[in-house]
């Protein structure tokens, strides 16, 4: 069983910054996709930012783009996700992703391995 694991959570007010990790505890040939989502009380899981098994590759929501960038060290299993410039409306529990495919995908149900989450709050 993969396990995944964030941090990097916490308060920032708005035009802030916070990095976000995820350790996973099996290498990349096993879970080679791995994916941002995000859910703000009363919503539904929304997708943020995914990257492919080698970093060339990535997706972001369309709320996101230019604000947020997606990583990953796969000699430690890490994925980040960088967040700047954020916004009130970024308030939400953050969750990492892990999927056992190399397509890239961008729907929750997708993924087959998934973290606790972290609480990401920006105030204004």
């Known amino acids: 069983q993969v396990q995944v694991a964030e941090s990097g959570g916490g308060s920032v007010q708005a035009g802030g910054s916070l990095r976000l990790s995820c350790a996973a505890s099996e290498r990349t040939f096993r879970v080679p996709t791995l994916a941002w989502f995000r859910q703000a009380p009363g919503k539904e899981r929304e997708f943020v930012a995914v990257?492919?098994?080698?970093?060339?590759?990535?997706k972001y929501a369309d709320s996101v783009k230019g604000r947020f960038t997606i990583s990953r060290d796969n000699a430690k299993n890490t994925v980040f996700l960088q967040m700047n410039s954020l916004k009130p409306e970024d308030t939400a529990v953050y969750y990492c992703?892990?999927?056992?495919?190399?397509?890239?995908?961008?729907?929750?149900?997708?993924?087959?391995?998934w973290g606790q989450g972290t609480q990401v709050t920006v105030s204004s």
């Open positions: 990257v492919n098994w080698n970093g060339g590759s990535t």
């Open positions: 992703a892990a999927r056992s495919s190399y397509n890239v995908r961008d729907i929750p149900g997708e993924y087959d391995y």
